[in-house]
């Protein structure tokens, strides 16, 4: 079993910043990914970015890249991810998970995730 944490939501105003952590306790997996997703209330679960926790490869929705940063402190097993010019269509609610195998950009593929954090971006 893998536990995990979300901490750093808030609310911000249109064009801040938000940092985002994931704690990583019990079982862990020198192959994993871990990912971020974001969903709003009635929609699917939305891709948001992914890390390989042993090479430090990273994967970015289109609607993030270049404003989003996700990286990891193995020693720590800690994740992270930093969010800058934030929009309003941002705000959802944020989860990290843990991925075994398959995509990294679908959720199904993600066998443990964190209770969310709320981000709201106020316009």
């Known amino acids: 079993q893998v536990q995990l944490v979300e901490s750093g939501g808030g609310l911000v105003q249109a064009g801040g910043s938000l940092r985002l952590s994931c704690a990583a306790s019990?079982?862990?997996?020198?192959?994993?990914?871990m990912g971020w997703f974001r969903q709003a209330p009635g929609k699917e679960r939305e891709f948001v970015a992914a890390?390989?926790?042993?090479?430090?490869?990273?994967y970015y929705a289109d609607s993030v890249k270049g404003r989003f940063t996700i990286s990891r402190d193995n020693a720590k097993n800690m994740g992270y991810l930093q969010m800058n010019s934030l929009k309003p269509e941002d705000t959802d609610v944020y989860y990290c998970?843990?991925?075994?195998?398959?995509?990294?950009?679908?959720?199904?593929?993600?066998?443990?995730w964190g209770q969310g954090t709320q981000v709201t971006v106020s316009s």
């Open positions: 998970a843990v991925q075994i195998v398959g995509s990294v950009y679908s959720p199904i593929n993600y066998h443990y």
């Open positions: 019990g079982r862990t997996f020198s192959t994993y990914v």
């Open positions: 890390i390989s926790w042993g090479s430090g490869r990273t």
